[in-house]
């Protein structure tokens, strides 16, 4: 398995460009306000969160909720920050 580092777009223009935006989603537990808590979890690492564009929908059952939101980051260590910030929470499960 190849270090996502070392992992280069098949063509010119592919993949990753940094700074730019990006959309994340965070899936967790209904009851605990993720439509709010996963900006203001983005912001608190400082990251510029485009509020239009957050996006929440429940699970069938109700149970769960996924949160999506775009925001923009200047380097891949600020994307991979958010990522690790909002996988701390315990409300929140895994994100994509």
Do not use: W
């Amino acid at each position: 398995m190849q270090d996502i580092d070392s992992i280069k777009a098949q063509q010119e223009g592919q993949g990753f460009q940094f700074p730019g935006e990006f959309e994340i989603t965070a899936m967790g537990n209904a009851s605990a306000d993720l439509a709010t808590r996963v900006p203001a979890i983005l912001e608190g690492i400082g990251l510029h969160v485009l509020h239009e564009t957050v996006k929440h929908r429940n699970s069938r059952e109700g149970n769960f909720l996924s949160v999506t939101v775009s925001f923009r980051c200047e380097n891949r260590e600020q994307y991979d920050l958010a990522h690790a910030s909002l996988r701390e929470d315990p409300d929140i499960r895994f994100t994509l």
